[in-house]
């Protein structure tokens, strides 16, 4: 299979099964317990074949999990997953996939240009006010893209709090709770 035929065929998979993403969310507190906003970049693909994926795998880079059957009907065959999050990877593959997309043919470009705001970052410090809004009107781009038209804010998760101690509790982070808001109001890191 040539290289070229290798990204027409996922172009294929990604249009039907895949994703470009951009997720938005608080960063492990540092040295001095700051949390930072982060966006990050992601292409993905859900398929339940096994040979499939690790193919996909083997060939563009990423890694393939075995998805949970918890609330699938029984009968369901498993699904497997598989994703990119590497922006160097991102780049050179959604560079490959471009001519062939007609679906994420947007996303794609979307990715791209999140791409180019990665080189102007150093990575562990606060981005320029600049590119952080850049991030965050290319975060909402995707989600309307992606069909989500009320892109939900970040949120922590948490197993304190919950009554029997083993169920996830869903609260906003405690640095919206201080600024009142979620959008723009923390620093953001690389």
Avoid at 56 to 83: A, I
Wanted: charged content about 25%; glycine content about 6%; proline content about 6%.
């Amino acid at each position: 299979m040539t290289e070229q035929s290798k990204f027409a065929y996922m172009a294929g998979l990604i249009d039907g099964e895949g994703s470009f993403s951009i997720t938005k969310s608080f960063s492990s507190p540092n040295r001095d317990r700051r949390r930072y906003l982060t966006y990050k970049l992601s292409v993905s693909m859900s398929n339940t074949n096994e040979a499939v994926m690790a193919w996909v795998s083997r060939v563009f880079g990423g890694r393939y999990l075995t998805g949970s059957n918890l609330n699938r009907k029984p009968h369901y065959k498993t699904r497997f997953s598989w994703t990119l999050a590497n922006f160097p990877d991102i780049e050179k593959f959604t560079l490959g996939v471009l001519p062939y997309l007609i679906v994420k043919r947007d996303q794609a470009l979307l990715t791209l240009e999140f791409c180019r705001t990665v080189r102007t970052a150093k990575i562990g410090t606060a981005l320029a006010p600049e590119v952080q809004q850049k991030r965050n009107e290319f975060w909402r781009e995707m989600m309307r893209l992606n069909g989500i038209n009320s892109p939900s804010e970040p949120v922590e998760t948490s197993t304190q709090g919950s009554p029997n101690g083993d169920e996830d509790t869903v609260r906003p982070s405690p640095q919206c709770e201080e600024t009142g808001r979620n959008d723009q109001s923390a620093p953001v890191m690389a």
